[in-house]
C-alpha cells in the first residue's frame, strides 16, 4: 500500500463494562434457570444499547476546516510543574485508561471464588500482557500468601522414588540457578460459551482467558534431580496447590525432561501477583492453565497418572458419542483478530491495520492467514518479531475498507503443519455439547454501519 494511501479509519474502542449491578443479577437468575438463549441475549442488548453512544464518544475530534485549538492554544501541562518524582510508589495507568481492566462474565459461575476474569485482549498491543490484566482462574478465591511461611515439599509415592524427599523455603527457591521465558497460558474453557453458537458479543469474553507473560523460575527438572528421583519408574508427577480447593494435576515425565516446567515465582520481571500463585507457581507451557498449579506446595513423584478429581470429572471433553476424552491438556493451533473485533466501531471508510494473536501448544506459528470475505480469500499476514515457541505471536495485515459489509477471519498454522479448523470442522469431530478446547476460528461482521459483531458461519 502506498504512503498516500494510509488515510485511516477512526475506531472506537469496544465497550468495556456494559451490563450494570441489577442486569448482572438478572442474568445470574436466569442462568441458574438454565436459560443460556438470555444469558446471550442480555449481552447482545446491553452492547446494542452502548454502540450508538460509543460512536459519539469521540472527544475534541480535529476540526475538518482546521485551526485545531488542541494545537493553537496550550494546554495545563505545557505552561506548569507536574507532579514529583515518585508520588506513587508502584506506577498505576492514566486515568484516562481506567476502562482497560479484566472483568468477570455475568452468568457463567456461581460463585465469584469460583470464577474467571477475562483480559481485554482488544486493548492490548504486542505479546505481553500486563500482570495486573491477567486472566484469572480460580477454584476457591486467591490469597495473600506470606512467602517466609511457605513450603514446596517433593515427595515420592513411594519410599524408592526419591532418594531424599525434601522441602525447600521460597528463599532457597529463589537462590538456585533462574531461567526467563516467554509463555502464553489459556484456561482449557477459553471459547467454551461459543461451542454451539455466538454467546457473547466482545474480544475479551470470546477468548479472554488469555495471557503471555516473562515467567523466572527454576526448572523442576533440576529440583527432582536434586532430590535423586528415579526418571526410569517415575514417569509423572502430580502438582498440588495451597487454596482451598487443594488443586492437583497430573504432569507426564516427558515435558518435565525437557527443562520447560518451571516453578515459577517471577512475571514480568517482579514476583508473581497473588492472584496469579505468589509466591510459588507451576509453568507448564503449552498444556492447559489449569495444570499451571497455583500457590505450589508439593510434587510427588510416581509412576503412574494420578487420576484426580479435576483430571477425571472435570476439564474433560465431552465427545459426540457421549464418551469423555481425559488428559487431553494440550491447547491447539489457535488464533483471533483484536482489531477489528465485536464491540468495536469503524467510523470511516480507509485504512486500517488489522491485527490479532496467534498461539500455539505444540510449538511456534509457522503462518497466519486473513480473510475480510469469510474465508473465500486468504492474505498471508506479517508476524512481528518475536516469534517465540508457545508464546503469543501478534500479526498485522494492511486493509482498506471500502464501506461495505465484510467477515474478517483468521487462520493460524504452526510449525507442526497443524492449521486451525473452521468451527464446522472442529464440530465434524467434536459435537457441539463440549466446553474444553474450543480452537475453531473466530468470524467477526463489519456491518455497513460499521460496527462490528460476533458471527459464526454455518
Same mark, same amino acid.
Given at each position: 500500500m502506498a504512503p498516500h494511501d494510509r488515510r485511516s479509519g477512526r475506531l472506537v474502542k469496544a465497550p468495556e463494562h456494559f451490563i450494570d449491578a441489577q442486569g448482572v443479577q438478572a442474568v445470574f437468575g436466569e442462568a441458574r434457570k438454565g436459560r443460556r438463549d438470555f444469558v446471550r441475549g442480555a449481552f447482545a442488548a446491553a452492547l446494542a444499547a452502548t454502540a450508538g453512544s460509543a460512536a459519539r464518544a469521540q472527544a475534541h475530534p480535529p476540526p475538518a476546516d482546521g485551526g485545531d485549538p488542541n494545537i493553537l492554544e496550550l494546554p495545563p501541562h505545557s505552561k506548569g510543574l507536574g507532579q514529583p518524582v515518585a508520588t506513587q510508589g508502584y506506577g498505576l495507568p492514566s486515568q484516562y485508561e481506567h476502562n482497560v481492566q479484566r472483568r468477570p462474565s455475568p452468568g457463567l459461575t456461581q460463585t465469584r471464588q469460583a470464577s474467571v476474569s477475562f483480559a481485554p485482549l482488544q486493548s492490548l498491543f504486542g505479546i505481553v500482557t500486563p500482570s495486573g490484566l491477567h486472566f484469572e482462574r480460580h477454584h476457591q478465591g486467591w490469597w495473600d500468601v506470606d512467602p517466609s511461611k511457605h513450603r514446596l515439599m517433593l515427595t515420592g509415592a513411594d519410599d @524408592?522414588?526419591?532418594?531424599?524427599?525434601?522441602?525447600? =523455603? #521460597?528463599?532457597?527457591?529463589?537462590?538456585?540457578?533462574?531461567v526467563s521465558r516467554f509463555h502464553f497460558i489459556e484456561c482449557g474453557a477459553n471459547t467454551g460459551m461459543e461451542w454451539g453458537n455466538v454467546a457473547v458479543p466482545t474480544c475479551q469474553y470470546t477468548h479472554g482467558m488469555l495471557s503471555c507473560s516473562e515467567f523466572t523460575g527454576v526448572p523442576l527438572r533440576l529440583l527432582l534431580e536434586m532430590a535423586g528421583a528415579d526418571f526410569k519408574?517415575?514417569?509423572? #508427577?502430580? +502438582?498440588?496447590?495451597?487454596?482451598?480447593?487443594?488443586?492437583?494435576? =497430573?504432569?507426564?515425565?516427558e515435558l #518435565?525432561?525437557?527443562?520447560? #516446567?518451571?516453578?515459577? !515465582?517471577?512475571?514480568?520481571?517482579?514476583?508473581l501477583r497473588p492472584e496469579n500463585g505468589y509466591p510459588l507457581r507451576l509453568v507448564v507451557p503449552g498444556v492447559q492453565g489449569v495444570s499451571w498449579v497455583k500457590y505450589l506446595r508439593r510434587?510427588?513423584?510416581?509412576?503412574?497418572? !494420578? +487420576?484426580? @478429581?479435576?483430571?477425571?470429572?472435570? !476439564?474433560?471433553?465431552?465427545m459426540p458419542d457421549g464418551q469423555h476424552r481425559q488428559y487431553s491438556s494440550l491447547q491447539e493451533c489457535k488464533s483471533v483478530i483484536t482489531t477489528p473485533s465485536g464491540g468495536q466501531v469503524l467510523l470511516d471508510k480507509g485504512y486500517y491495520q488489522i491485527s490479532g494473536l496467534a498461539w500455539s501448544g505444540r510449538g511456534k506459528v509457522k503462518r497466519v492467514d486473513v480473510s475480510v470475505d469469510g474465508g473465500r480469500n486468504w492474505r498471508t499476514a506479517q508476524l512481528q518479531e518475536p516469534v517465540m515457541s508457545k508464546c503469543l505471536t501478534r500479526f498485522t495485515l494492511d486493509w482498506t475498507w471500502d464501506g461495505k459489509p465484510a467477515l474478517v477471519q483468521s487462520r493460524a498454522i504452526d510449525d507442526t503443519g497443524y492449521v486451525q479448523p473452521s468451527y464446522r470442522q472442529l464440530r465434524a469431530v467434536r459435537g457441539t455439547r463440549s466446553i474444553y478446547h474450543n480452537n475453531a476460528i473466530q468470524s467477526w461482521l463489519v456491518q455497513e454501519s460499521g460496527e462490528v459483531k460476533n458471527v459464526q458461519l454455518a
Amino acid at each position: 500500500m502506498a504512503p498516500h494511501d494510509r488515510r485511516s479509519g477512526r475506531l472506537v474502542k469496544a465497550p468495556e463494562h456494559f451490563i450494570d449491578a441489577q442486569g448482572v443479577q438478572a442474568v445470574f437468575g436466569e442462568a441458574r434457570k438454565g436459560r443460556r438463549d438470555f444469558v446471550r441475549g442480555a449481552f447482545a442488548a446491553a452492547l446494542a444499547a452502548t454502540a450508538g453512544s460509543a460512536a459519539r464518544a469521540q472527544a475534541h475530534p480535529p476540526p475538518a476546516d482546521g485551526g485545531d485549538p488542541n494545537i493553537l492554544e496550550l494546554p495545563p501541562h505545557s505552561k506548569g510543574l507536574g507532579q514529583p518524582v515518585a508520588t506513587q510508589g508502584y506506577g498505576l495507568p492514566s486515568q484516562y485508561e481506567h476502562n482497560v481492566q479484566r472483568r468477570p462474565s455475568p452468568g457463567l459461575t456461581q460463585t465469584r471464588q469460583a470464577s474467571v476474569s477475562f483480559a481485554p485482549l482488544q486493548s492490548l498491543f504486542g505479546i505481553v500482557t500486563p500482570s495486573g490484566l491477567h486472566f484469572e482462574r480460580h477454584h476457591q478465591g486467591w490469597w495473600d500468601v506470606d512467602p517466609s511461611k511457605h513450603r514446596l515439599m517433593l515427595t515420592g509415592a513411594d519410599d @524408592k522414588m526419591l532418594r531424599q524427599p525434601m522441602v525447600f =523455603t #521460597v528463599d532457597e527457591i529463589m537462590r538456585l540457578p533462574s531461567v526467563s521465558r516467554f509463555h502464553f497460558i489459556e484456561c482449557g474453557a477459553n471459547t467454551g460459551m461459543e461451542w454451539g453458537n455466538v454467546a457473547v458479543p466482545t474480544c475479551q469474553y470470546t477468548h479472554g482467558m488469555l495471557s503471555c507473560s516473562e515467567f523466572t523460575g527454576v526448572p523442576l527438572r533440576l529440583l527432582l534431580e536434586m532430590a535423586g528421583a528415579d526418571f526410569k519408574r517415575g514417569r509423572y #508427577v502430580l +502438582a498440588e496447590g495451597a487454596d482451598g480447593s487443594s488443586m492437583t494435576r =497430573t504432569i507426564p515425565m516427558e515435558l #518435565v525432561e525437557s527443562g520447560e #516446567v518451571l516453578v515459577a !515465582y517471577g512475571q514480568n520481571g517482579e514476583m508473581l501477583r497473588p492472584e496469579n500463585g505468589y509466591p510459588l507457581r507451576l509453568v507448564v507451557p503449552g498444556v492447559q492453565g489449569v495444570s499451571w498449579v497455583k500457590y505450589l506446595r508439593r510434587i510427588e513423584l510416581g509412576d503412574q497418572p !494420578y +487420576a484426580t @478429581k479435576d483430571e477425571t470429572v472435570h !476439564y474433560i471433553d465431552l465427545m459426540p458419542d457421549g464418551q469423555h476424552r481425559q488428559y487431553s491438556s494440550l491447547q491447539e493451533c489457535k488464533s483471533v483478530i483484536t482489531t477489528p473485533s465485536g464491540g468495536q466501531v469503524l467510523l470511516d471508510k480507509g485504512y486500517y491495520q488489522i491485527s490479532g494473536l496467534a498461539w500455539s501448544g505444540r510449538g511456534k506459528v509457522k503462518r497466519v492467514d486473513v480473510s475480510v470475505d469469510g474465508g473465500r480469500n486468504w492474505r498471508t499476514a506479517q508476524l512481528q518479531e518475536p516469534v517465540m515457541s508457545k508464546c503469543l505471536t501478534r500479526f498485522t495485515l494492511d486493509w482498506t475498507w471500502d464501506g461495505k459489509p465484510a467477515l474478517v477471519q483468521s487462520r493460524a498454522i504452526d510449525d507442526t503443519g497443524y492449521v486451525q479448523p473452521s468451527y464446522r470442522q472442529l464440530r465434524a469431530v467434536r459435537g457441539t455439547r463440549s466446553i474444553y478446547h474450543n480452537n475453531a476460528i473466530q468470524s467477526w461482521l463489519v456491518q455497513e454501519s460499521g460496527e462490528v459483531k460476533n458471527v459464526q458461519l454455518a
